[in-house]
């Protein structure tokens, strides 16, 4: 009588079969939310950078400006009313930008800003994030 320990070669096969065909379905879905947190991440980190330089206006008595695509493209900046630098540089992730036409957040002493939209977009209008800053210099993410 033949044992029957261990598994034959077609069977094997099959099991790297299925898990080929898994792995191809579930790749898509993978990227998207890849796509999806590193969206959200980027759009998170500007708000932060907003707040701060709103936080710091009031603190410092100074009226500060979060510049955009500043020094270069896809980084931003919090400097003061003579484009001095308020702290470092930073820079979105490989294949973020902002959208064409988003215009710089700029504090007053006393917290308020321009009313203004800002669109962190990875070129799919399905991941986009807005941020609105209001007059009064409250920051949203949507």
Known sequence: MRGTAGFTLIEALIVVALIGVMAAIAAPAVTAGIDRYT????????????????????????????RFDY????????????????????????????????????????????ATTVVVTNGTADYDRTITVSISGQVKLE
Do not use: C, E, H, W
Not at 43 to 65: C, D, E, K, P, Y
Not at 84 to 94: D, E, P, Q
């Open 71 to 114: 020094p270069d493209t896809g980084q931003y900046q919090i400097v003061d009313a003579s484009n001095a630098a308020i702290g470092g540089v930073k820079t979105l992730a490989s294949g973020i930008s902002f959208s064409d036409g988003t215009t710089d957040v700029q504090f007053t002493t006393s917290g308020r800003a321009n």
């Open 39 to 66: 969206i959200l991440s980027a759009g998170q980190q500007v708000v932060s950078t907003i707040r701060t330089a709103r936080v710091q206006a009031v603190a410092t008595n100074m009226i500060l400006v979060v």
